[in-house]
C-alpha cells in the first residue's frame, strides 16, 4: 500500500519568513496530492491539493510543487503569519484508490 | 450544506459502557471516513465506506469497534466495551472522490 512520509515533524519560524514541509510517497500511481491544516481544536481543513499532470501551483501565500520523477511534493507558505500557525498534513491518494494516506504532520509555529 | 454532522461533540463514559458516535455526511457524496486522533498515534483511519459499502476495516483497532452505514446519509461507529485507551478525538469525513471534508469531531473520553 502506499506510505506517505512527512518532514520535519515540527518547524518555527519567524513572522514573515517562509515555511517548506516536504513529503514523499511511495507508489507510483498516486495522482492526488491534497494539504490539510488543522487549527489547535479544531477539524482539518483542506488549503490547497494538486494533481499528477501538474507541477505547482499556487493560491496567495501557499503553494505546492510536485515532482512526480522523485515522488516527493512540497507545501510553501510565504510571508508566514502568527495564524498560520498550525498541524499541516500531506496525503497522496492513488487513481483507483478510495483513501488517501496521510503523512504523520507537521507542527508549525510562527513566532511574532 | 451544513458540512458533515457529528453527534455528539463530547462524550464522556466509563470504562466497559458502549459508546456510539453518529455521523452525517454530506449529501452526495460517496465516501464516508472514520478517524481516531491522539497525540500519541497521529491521525488514524479506521474504516471507511464507497456508497455505504465498508470497504477497507484494516483500521479497526480491535473487535470492539464496530461501524455501519445503513444508508447515505446515515453512519455510526460503536466501541463495546469502552476502554480508557480509546479516549480520543473521533472524526467522520465525507468526499466527493478527491478532496476530504472533515466534521468537528467527538471527543470521547474513557474514565
Known amino acids: 500500500g502506499e506510505n506517505v512520509e512527512q518532514h520535519p515533524s515540527t518547524l518555527s519560524v519567524q513572522e514573515g519568513d517562509s515555511a517548506v514541509i516536504k513529503c514523499t510517497y511511495s507508489?507510483?500511481?498516486?495522482?492526488?496530492f491534497p494539504w490539510y491544516k488543522q487549527e489547535l481544536g479544531k477539524r482539518p481543513q483542506l488549503i490547497i491539493d494538486?494533481?499528477?499532470?501538474?507541477g505547482e501551483k499556487k493560491d496567495q501565500r501557499i503553494a505546492v510543487t510536485l515532482n512526480k520523477t522523485a515522488k516527493h511534493f512540497s507545501l510553501h507558505i510565504t510571508e508566514t503569519q502568527p495564524e498560520d500557525s498550525a498541524v499541516y498534513f500531506c496525503?497522496?491518494?492513488?487513481?483507483?484508490?478510495?483513501?488517501?494516506?496521510f503523512g504523520d504532520g507537521t507542527t508549525l509555529t510562527v513566532k511574532p | 450544506d451544513a458540512g458533515v454532522i457529528q453527534s455528539p461533540r463530547h462524550e464522556v463514559t466509563e470504562m466497559g459502557q458502549e459508546v456510539t458516535l453518529r455521523c452525517k455526511p454530506i449529501?452526495?457524496?460517496?465516501?464516508l471516513f472514520w478517524y481516531r486522533q491522539t497525540m500519541m498515534r497521529g491521525l488514524e483511519l479506521l474504516i471507511y465506506?464507497?456508497?455505504?459499502?465498508?470497504?477497507?476495516d484494516s483500521g479497526m483497532p480491535e473487535d470492539r469497534f464496530s461501524a455501519k452505514m445503513p444508508n447515505a446519509s446515515f453512519s455510526t461507529l460503536k466501541i463495546q466495551p469502552s476502554e480508557p485507551r480509546d479516549s480520543a478525538v473521533y472524526f467522520c469525513?465525507?468526499?466527493?472522490?478527491?478532496?476530504?471534508?472533515f466534521g468537528p469531531g467527538t471527543r470521547l473520553t474513557v474514565t
Open positions: 465506506f464507497n456508497n455505504n459499502v465498508p470497504i477497507d
Open positions: 469525513a465525507s468526499s466527493p472522490g478527491n478532496e476530504q471534508y
Open positions: 496525503a497522496a491518494r492513488g487513481a483507483n484508490a478510495g483513501k488517501s494516506t
Open positions: 449529501s452526495g457524496h460517496d465516501y
Open positions: 507508489d507510483s500511481a498516486s495522482n492526488y
Open positions: 494538486i494533481r499528477s499532470n501538474v
